[in-house]
């Protein structure tokens, strides 16, 4: 288990990526290589892990970034609580084959920071629906250090850069991809489907966080998105005001959001008038259990016409 190379600054990062690539043997067919991108916020879990090795997959070096970006924090308290461990997120990255990590300073990616940056990418319409508009400003700054990233990080030509991202952050992912389509950059979003623990809890870095009892609490948000995926299959009404309400009922569960949506838009999703889903879509839920910020969501499938008229 070789570990990564660490790198701290931009410039240090480009050059130990350059020689990397350029060490590279040649591959069949003169194909050229590719270069596996994670980036992170750290405290990494299984998650990142599934991300890791589905880079490998594809990737003849695979690459990571730890920074927490305080732009994508509109609550200050919130990013100074975000779990930080260096040391065991050098040893997943180790035990996941990553090669070289960039874990810049705040100074490096904002020089100027608190006051820069000036010039910032915004997601527009598709970054305030959801997570967006109860987080005002979190999609632009993701938007933000995520270009900046694809910038430092890309390989000399003609290497390939691809770009891997779990699907737990299914806005994070749409905004993405529309933000590598809208801005012509060169890179190829990949995504892995949600990693979940053994009950049922969508794995993510703010679990840290979670008492025991509130990990209990918690699992409300998989089984209320795990109701609605049961109802849509079965062609049944998907009751997301009822399936709400009884969140809102509890006082362990501060419930922010619980949506049905368009996978590819993220627009409400259209139902029947009896409140039957018509197509593919995707359950959205968002809330707070024990101060923690939590969210998940779920692909749902409709019955088919042919499922209908199965005894
Ligand atoms: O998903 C995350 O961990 C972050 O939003 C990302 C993509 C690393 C940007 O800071």
Do not use: C
Not at 129 to 149: I, N, Q, S
Not at 273 to 288: C, K, M, N, Q, V
Request: a negative charge.
């Amino acid at each position: 288990m070789t570990p990564p190379r660490v790198l701290t600054t931009a410039a240090q990062f480009r050059t130990a990526l350059t020689e990397t690539v350029l060490a590279l043997p040649a591959r069949e067919g003169g194909r050229p290589p590719v270069v596996g991108l994670v980036p992170t916020m750290g405290a990494l879990h299984e998650g990142h892990a599934a991300l890791l090795d589905a880079a490998h997959a594809t990737a003849d070096v695979v690459i990571a970034s730890l920074f927490v970006n305080p732009l994508q924090f509109d609550d200050p308290e919130d990013h100074r609580l975000y779990p930080r461990d260096m040391d065991g997120d050098l040893a997943l990255l180790a035990a996941h084959g990553a090669q070289l990590v960039f874990a810049p300073s705040t100074e490096e990616m904002y020089p100027g920071h608190p006051d820069g940056p000036l010039v910032t990418v915004t997601a527009g319409g598709l970054g305030r629906r959801y997570e967006g508009a109860h987080r005002p400003g979190h999609f632009d700054g993701v938007a933000t250090v995520v270009t900046k990233l694809f910038s430092i990080m890309a390989p000399p030509a003609p290497a390939a850069l691809e770009a891997w991202f779990g699907r737990k952050d299914a806005e994070q992912v749409a905004v993405i991809a529309r933000m590598v389509e809208d801005l012509s950059l060169p890179v190829r979003v990949r995504t892995v489907p949600v990693v979940r623990d053994e009950h049922g809890l969508a794995m993510s870095s703010r679990n840290r966080r979670l008492s025991d009892d509130d990990h209990t609490s918690a699992l409300s948000l998989s089984r209320t998105l795990t109701e609605l995926r049961g109802r849509a299959a079965a062609g049944e009404p998907l009751d997301v005001d009822g399936l709400s309400a009884a969140l809102h009922a509890r006082d362990d569960v501060d419930l922010d959001y619980l949506v049905v949506a368009d996978p590819r838009t993220l627009r409400p999703a259209d139902l029947t008038d009896e409140g039957t889903l018509t197509g593919p879509a995707l359950g959205l839920i968002a809330a707070r259990v024990g101060g923690v910020r939590l969210i998940d969501n779920m692909d749902l499938e409709p019955l088919t016409r042919n499922e209908e008229h199965l005894p």
